[in-house]
């Protein structure tokens, strides 16, 4: 939780150096729900449910929530998001990076609350027409006495793919992948290609996992945070190169990628861009880059 706290408490301060028009900013990318969505405060890691009726983000300073770190949803009403307000499943702890599944089932997130295995946990809700429904911490097959970060659903419902600093691997936080044996997700591995001696994390597949786009930091609580983009070459990721956004510098804060399941050829991801520019981090809209990788990275 130290090394989550700092990348986004140093987020704040974090300038954004990028050259152009806001006209040409405006092509590449929209912000999302200026002031309803994006606002003074910061907001990360958007997921729109697949009906396309519900954007869920997480906020580390939002007025209003249960308290640490809270869960936020608007509604979609005549055309733009509205009704901004915390979740039900909120607690007094962190409750952070949501994720709806690609069947509108399940909205995952993690937490520290009360009850977990240690440090960050992941959890799900069901959704409901009203609401959530109870949370279910995953358990042991994913969860460790370490940090565990944004649960991504693989498109299949049979896969989990996540970010923790308690399952061993290449060092800090890695991305990790588990399958579902029926009953819980289990057994992760490490996201061949993809971990080094830096912290990745917020990974985010494109396709049915052909490509995946996640954030790297070679220290997350002193260093910027910039996100990546690596093709399958049927075996593992390769090339990892800085995803194509002009906001998405090495010396600023970009992460929480998201595909809209609503619209898969759109990519959510949270960042400082300088116009437009709502508060200290924003959710923005872009093209999902190209897809040129291959199947079989995805286990």
């Not at 729900?33 to 890691?45: C, I, L, N, P, Y």
């Not at 509108?104 to 409901?128: E, I, K, P, Q, T």
């Not at 097959?141 to 896969?159: C, F, I, L």
């Not at 990628?257 to 991801?269: F, H, Q, R």
Request: with cysteine; charged share 20%.
């Amino acid at each position: 939780m130290r090394a989550r706290t700092a990348l986004l408490a140093s987020s704040l301060l974090a300038g954004v150096l990028i050259a152009g028009s806001a006209a040409a900013w405006l092509s590449e990318f929209g912000i999302e729900g200026m002031r309803v969505v994006s606002t003074a405060a910061s907001e990360v890691r958007a997921s729109v449910s697949p009906d396309g009726q519900r954007i869920v983000w997480g906020s580390t300073d939002r007025q209003g929530g249960a308290g640490g770190w809270d869960l936020w949803q608007a509604r979609l009403k005549d055309g733009r998001w509205q009704d901004a307000a915390p979740l039900s499943l909120n607690s007094d702890a962190n409750d952070f990076d949501p994720m709806f599944s690609a069947d509108g089932r399940w909205l995952y997130f993690f937490s520290n609350r009360d009850g977990g295995m240690g440090g960050d946990d992941l959890y799900r809700a069901a959704v409901r027409a009203d609401g959530y429904g109870a949370v279910e911490n995953l358990g042991p097959g994913v969860n460790s006495a370490g940090d565990e970060w944004a649960p991504t659903p693989g498109a299949d419902g049979r896969h989990l793919m996540f970010a923790s600093d308690g399952h061993g691997g290449a060092g800090g936080h890695d991305l990790f992948v588990a399958h579902w044996d029926g009953t819980a997700f289990v057994e992760p591995r490490a996201l061949a290609g993809i971990n080094t001696s830096a912290d990745e994390f917020d990974g985010a597949w494109l396709g049915d996992g052909e490509a995946v786009v996640f954030a790297r930091s070679e220290d997350v609580e002193e260093e910027p945070i910039q996100l990546q983009l690596a093709q399958c070459d049927g075996r593992r990721y390769v090339d990892a190169a800085p995803l194509q956004l002009s906001f998405n510098t090495g010396d600023g804060t970009t992460l929480g990628p998201v595909i809209d399941w609503n619209k898969p050829g759109e990519l959510l991801v949270s960042g400082n861009a300088r116009s437009p520019r709502a508060g200290k981090i924003d959710i923005y809209r872009m093209k999902a880059p190209t897809v040129t990788g291959r199947a079989g990275c995805v286990e």
